[in-house]
């Protein structure tokens, strides 16, 4: 099974045109970084809001476990049922996978920077108001800062299940490296499925190699050891 996995790896024809592997990264990655975006978006605002004032705990917290149990197949396959009789193009087949993608990219953000903000040093949000520091100045030139380690781990989790994730977008005839696992699948090319698997767990990897050097660029030397933590 590894010599066919490795020669379907190493043939030149499946590195090649459209759908070819380079390609279908390109795509999967694309992906990822819009729904990463997106689940940002919303996520963040939310989490400094939360932390900073202390407001909507108990909320933020069934909100997060709530959407941790969603099924994302399912929900997958209800936004293309609603959304695809109302769109055209690419958009009918990306936008029910983006909004799922994101949905599911929410919940780590949101525990990462409402987390960071709560757990910065009482005796730092103290010294910055006695300075005479507004709220505003306070959160985001004291506390953001301090929670940096954490609200990059939140990005990074976040990612990871984008990634494998959209991995199930293919089976709504989204592209991506999903497409080897379901051509595969529908083919009974089981080569084609592992290796479309292995590439998932390369991209991932490689992604994340990458967002531990960006959170190791902007984070403080001294407060690295929160984000490990």
């Known amino acids: 099974m590894i010599a066919t996995i490795w020669a379907w790896l190493s043939d030149p024809t499946n590195w090649a045109g459209a759908g070819g592997i380079p390609a279908q990264s390109l795509e999967h990655l694309r992906l990822s970084l819009i729904a990463l975006l997106a689940a940002a978006l919303v996520a963040v605002p939310i989490g400094l809001y939360v932390g900073h004032t202390g407001r909507g705990r108990v909320v ?5 476990s709530a959407f941790r149990a969603i099924p994302s197949l ?41 987390a960071g903000i709560e757990q910065v040093d009482p ?3 103290d010294a910055a ?51 080897f696992l379901i051509d595969g699948q529908a083919n009974r090319k089981y080569d084609e499925m592992a290796g479309g698997a292995i590439l998932v767990a390369l991209l991932a990897l490689v992604v994340d190699i990458v967002f531990s050097l960006v959170q190791r660029a902007v984070v403080s ?4 050891s929160r984000g490990r933590t």
């Not at 958009?91 to 949905?103: H, N, T, Y």
């Not at 030397?221 to 690295?224: D, F, N, R, T, V």
């Open 60 to 64: 933020l917290v069934n909100v997060v």
């Open 74 to 114: 399912g929900v997958l396959f209800i936004a293309a049922l609603l959304l695809l009789p109302h769109l055209r193009g690419n958009l009918a087949f990306e936008l029910p996978s983006l909004i799922v993608l994101a949905v599911l990219g929410i919940p780590p953000i949101l525990s990462g920077v409402y």
């Open 123 to 125: 005796a730092a949000r």
């Open 129 to 179: 108001r006695g300075m005479g520091m507004t709220g505003w100045q306070r959160l985001w030139q004291v506390e953001v800062p301090c929670a940096l380690p954490l609200i990059c781990s939140g990005l990074r989790s976040s990612m990871m299940q984008i990634i494998a994730t959209a991995t199930i977008a293919a089976v709504v005839g989204l592209g991506g490296l999903g497409r």
């Open 221 to 224: 030397p001294g407060l690295a």
